[in-house]
């Protein structure tokens, strides 16, 4: 009897159209084994592919095929089979095998926390009934299929995995992760290969679409950014030869062997481009694959790949975070896009550090199909001090096991580079790639000079920003922000210098804040650039959003107390080209009717080290602070407060029967964004409108989720509460969420954004 894998539904009659069980585990399994080649694991991706499908073989799932609708579990068989063959060895495939559709389960105990209350543990499952799948012996009996003898995969000496190499520091206790980390990428390597071979039988149109991309070489791509370099144009400033100084120490050091480095250069010292030269020309020696450019802020993300698609052609740059507008490219170009943020099958990637770290950690098939192509590319990190404290050590192990296993080059660049020198698990020392600092600190320190203004009320601080015509106010919290922004305005309209209050924008009065889609947000920003070139008058009051990354060029900025980073970045707002010979950053403490403005726990504690250091400093404040400053943040903060790497050690994945290894707990306790929140549509403007008619036209509306979040705003939990009962959104297409449009004119303004119920007053908005 013929064994099946997949039907054709066009032709379900016609058995000679299905495609068998045997061509589809041999195609996984080259897939797989070629993915697993990256890192010299390439039997265990072939083993995956034969074995992943087994219990497909078992009548059951053949009368399935048929018509029947009987479910049927056809990952087990796989899994079972390959303990009995591979031993230790084995339990690790085992993993990957029951979660190939459904996603990674924890070794032994359900998930704490998880909404469905977890998926069953490996286990259960290996000791449950399935379905008897002889038929498939008989596969690998006639020679279909070959599967490796057991000791071709007996090379792992647990618990380290073979291709690791480790630094001087070798805690083998800790190495465990090391087997947590492998498994994830064998899992990836396996469900993109699943998906491209489904998706080569089931949707030919499809695949012929994703094989006919082209995509310039990396040598090509290096070549592309000198040439564009050699022709850039740049004024004879101190400010331009220190950023080819750091140009010149990037070129340098991509000849060195791969491994973590650092880049710490000022605000405005050009390390998008000297960053993409180093990773280009190190992925070239090295004969890497791909960079990958992670970024914290959705915002800076979708204007670094935009500089990078002028550059390298926009067919070689992958945009990959929920912001992307698919809206603004044609057909072919959004297939294109879906294809390849399916699995990072691009040359350059860029992409934000929650789509990158929570896929690295993830358990769904879906988030971890792509991270094979991590293996074989240089990551750059963006604004390294935006690492979330409480999930910095897991963290910092997996770039450290990137390093170590996957032929992965780390890149840390910001202006204020976090002190980590301590707190790499593995004992990693990661190599500065600029020299000579004193040239280009000369150039940029003096661009700015700091004024610690102390507590000051609401209103003193207004009138302090309305004696310039260009300023930046920076306040910590979004509540914050709109208080300044809300009283700015009303001074400003009480003494005639603005027309409208609402519209307070088109006079240049700006406010930016999370509570503004990312759409919304991102105009603003530019009319903000625009009055600030024609030198026009520009008053704007933001959260922190601006503040790093954001190519913006104030001569006076304001700075509510926060960390000391945060600090020096938003000073990289002030004088940032050096064209005026000093700005101003001016730093304060909110008060409101006479008491400190109090915010977050977290916040609160970031200002007090701030506040004590620059008091032992004798109240001024300068860039030697900011080591002190990581010193005690580190010190004080909790680096692994979910304890996933805690549970990734020795002690709990060596079980006596089963490698425990947790998976869907640890994706479930990565979480760099609160899951206590909702996105919510708002049909605010074009694009948010005809995102809401996709939404309600839509078959299947969650697919739609991605382009969603670039007209959406995170809306906390408790605020969600009052919208409901306010009747201002609808749920009917779960699990997505969105704004009446009949509501948009009381609840979201033009100048704030979303606002709270018993704010809302009937608005005209210029749609």
């Not at 029947?68 to 087990?76: G, L």
């Not at 990959?320 to 990637?349: F, I, R, T």
């Not at 358990?363 to 409480?390: C, F, M, N, W, Y």
């Not at 997505?736 to 005209?764: A, N, S, T, W």
Request: with cysteine; aromatic share 8%; hydrophobic share 40%.
């Amino acid at each position: 009897m013929t064994l099946y894998a997949h039907t054709d539904s066009e032709h379900s009659a016609d058995h000679s159209r299905w495609q068998t069980l045997a061509d589809h585990l041999n195609n996984v399994a080259d897939l797989a084994e070629c993915f697993a080649s990256a890192f010299d694991m390439s039997s265990y991706g072939r083993v995956l592919g034969l074995l992943h499908d087994a219990g497909k073989a078992s009548d059951l799932f053949q009368a399935r095929l048929a018509g029947s609708s009987k479910r049927v579990d056809h990952a087990t068989a796989g899994a079972c089979e390959a303990v009995k063959r591979y031993g230790p060895a084995g339990q690790l495939l085992a993993y990957s095998l029951v979660g190939h559709h459904g996603g990674l389960p924890n070794g032994i105990l359900r998930t704490d926390g998880s909404r469905d209350e977890g998926r069953t543990p490996l286990e259960d499952r290996l000791y449950a009934d399935i379905e008897p799948y002889d038929e498939f012996f008989d596969l690998v009996e006639s020679g279909e299929l070959t599967l490796p003898a057991a000791e071709g995969l007996a090379n792992i000496a647990w618990p380290v995995v073979p291709s690791r190499r480790f630094p001087s520091k070798n805690l083998e206790a800790d190495a465990y992760f090391s087997v947590y980390v492998l498994d994830r990428m064998l899992y990836s390597c396996l469900t993109d290969a699943d998906y491209l071979d489904t998706e080569r039988f089931m949707s030919p149109d499809v695949y012929s679409a994703r094989e006919g991309r082209r995509f310039a070489s990396i040598a090509e791509l290096d070549e592309r950014l000198d040439a564009f370099l050699a022709g850039k144009r740049s004024a004879d400033t101190p400010v331009n030869a220190a950023r080819q100084d750091v140009l010149a120490d990037c070129v340098a050091a991509s000849q060195l062997d791969q491994g973590i480095f650092t880049l710490t250069v000022p605000t405005g010292g050009g390390k998008t481009l000297s960053s993409l030269a180093f990773a280009l020309k190190h992925a070239r020696k090295h004969n890497l694959d791909r960079v990958i450019v992670a970024i914290p802020f959705a915002s800076i993300t979708s204007q670094t790949a935009q500089v990078l698609r002028d550059i390298l052609g926009a067919e070689n740059v992958l945009e990959h975070h929920s912001n992307v507008d698919l809206g603004k490219l044609d057909d072919e170009e959004a297939l294109g896009y879906k294809l390849a943020s399916q699995n990072w099958d691009a040359p350059v990637v860029v992409t934000t550090n929650v789509q990158l770290f929570e896929s690295l950690f993830a358990s769904k098939p879906g988030k971890s199909r792509k991270i094979h192509r991590i293996a074989k590319s240089v990551v750059v990190l963006d604004e390294a001090q935006t690492l979330p404290d409480p999930l910095l050590l897991p963290t910092l192990a997996m770039l450290e096991e990137l390093t170590l296993a996957y032929r992965t080059t780390v890149v840390l660049c910001t202006a204020t580079q976090p002190v980590l020198d301590d707190l790499w698990p593995f004992g990693s020392e990661p190599a500065e790639i600029v020299k000579h600092r004193e040239k280009f600190e000369e150039a940029f320190g003096g661009r700015a000079e700091y004024d610690v203004m102390g507590g000051v009320e609401a209103d003193s601080l207004i009138e302090n920003l309305c004696q310039h015509d260009q300023v930046l106010c920076i306040v910590g919290t979004k509540g914050g922000a709109r208080l300044v922004y809300d009283r700015l305005v009303e001074r400003l309209a009480a003494e005639d210098e603005i027309d409208s209050a609402k519209a307070a924008f088109e006079e240049g009065v700006f406010h930016l804040s999370a509570f503004m889609t990312p759409a919304h947000r991102s105009d603003m920003i530019e009319r903000v650039r625009m009055r600030l070139q024609n030198g026009e008058r520009c008053l704007v009051v933001s959260t922190q959003l601006i503040e790093a990354g954001v190519d913006v060029d104030f001569p006076v900025v304001y700075r509510e107390l926060a960390g000391m980073d945060s600090i020096v970045q938003a000073a990289g707002r002030c004088n940032r080209e050096g064209k005026r010979a000093v700005g101003v950053v001016h730093v304060f403490e909110l008060f409101q009717d006479g008491e400190l403005k109090k915010t977050s726990k977290w916040l609160e504690n970031m200002k007090h080290f701030s506040r004590e250091l620059i008091h032992q400093n004798g109240g001024r404040i300068d860039e030697t602070l900011i080591s002190k400053f990581f010193d005690r943040r580190y010190c004080s903060e909790e680096l692994d407060a979910m304890e996933i790497f805690k549970k990734l050690s020795a002690r709990s994945i060596k079980g006596k029967k089963l490698i425990n290894i947790p998976f869907e707990q640890c994706a479930c306790d990565y979480k760099i964004i609160d899951d206590a929140t909702v996105a919510v549509l708002v049909p605010f403007g074009n694009g948010g409108r005809q995102a809401l008619r996709d939404l309600v036209q839509a078959e299947y509306p969650a697919s739609l989720a991605s382009r969603m979040q670039q007209y959406s705003v995170s809306v906390p939990v408790w605020l969600m509460e009052e919208y409901e009962k306010a009747g201002v959104v609808d749920r009917s297409f779960d699990p997505l969420v969105f704004m009446k449009e009949h509501q948009v004119p009381c609840y979201y303004r033009e100048d704030v954004g979303l606002i709270k119920p018993g704010e809302e007053e009937p608005q005209f908005l210029s749609f």
